[in-house]
């Protein structure tokens, strides 16, 4: 079994630089996080919106994640300057093929 934490985002128009800086480091820190599985993320630009979901093994990795004092702070940057609104869900992966794959 495995889970998934969906981020929908809308950014601000502030320091979109930051943002990419911030970002890559985000998901080289996440690689290496135990219970990692692998993240997807889409953007359109035209809307400012994007879809980020990372996989993991378990609820446990999840919250480790959560708690990791880089992450808070780039969660922290992220209300004050990059997101004008967020959601954040956390669901439980029933099933899941790649193209190609046998489910």
């Known amino acids: 079994m495995q889970y998934a934490v969906i981020f929908v985002s809308k950014r601000s128009e502030l320091d979109p630089e930051g943002y990419k800086a911030m970002s890559?480091?985000?998901?080289?820190?996440?690689?290496?996080?135990?219970?990692f599985l692998w993240v997807d993320s889409v953007f359109d630009?035209?809307?400012?919106t994007g879809i980020t979901v990372s996989y993991w093994k378990d609820l446990a990795s999840i919250k480790k994640w959560k708690g990791n004092a880089r992450h808070k702070q780039a969660q922290a940057e992220g209300r004050r300057v990059w997101y004008s609104s967020f959601d954040i869900h956390v669901t439980k992966v029933k099933r899941s093929k790649k193209m190609g794959s046998k489910l």
């Open 24 to 35: 890559a480091e985000m998901v080289a820190m996440v690689s290496k996080q135990e219970g």
């Open 45 to 48: 630009a035209a809307e400012q």
